[in-house]
């Protein structure tokens, strides 16, 4: 059973700087109900640490797509696997409508790609190994 139970309304924005309760923090983390959330299923740009200006224009699309989603209506959350938390602490969840991940549909935008247990470039050739 997870945590957080089904959420029926909510009105996200991006996360401000200070405490956090519900909001966006990139295309992958949100708080919600004073929980941090990792959407476990996908791994999208950063924008607090990007590495290249191409990561920071994607992180910023994934970040408001995500803000859109959010508040699009009730969506739920389930573990996926074996682990409940992060190395730091975040809940590891995947986000549903309807059966379909919200995760998964910013892949199919390109603005995600899905989780292979570890982050990636974005950067291209851009950066060394």
Not at 66 to 84: C, K, Q, V, W, Y
């Amino acid at each position: 059973m997870p945590i957080l139970p089904t959420l029926l309304a909510a009105a996200f924005a991006l996360c401000p700087d200070g405490p956090r309760n519900t909001c966006v923090v990139d295309g992958d983390t949100f708080w919600l109900q004073g929980e941090k959330v990792r959407i476990a299923d996908i791994n999208a740009p950063e924008t607090h640490s990007a590495q290249c200006p191409i990561e920071q224009q994607l992180g910023d699309r994934a970040t408001r797509r995500l803000i859109t989603l959010l508040n699009a209506g009730p969506f739920d959350l389930t573990t996926a696997g074996s682990r409940d938390r992060d190395r730091y602490g975040r809940l590891l969840r995947v986000v549903t409508r309807r059966g379909r991940s919200l995760g998964q549909e910013l892949v199919t935008e390109g603005l995600a790609e899905t989780w292979k247990g570890r982050r990636s470039s974005w950067c291209g050739d851009i950066l060394p190994g």
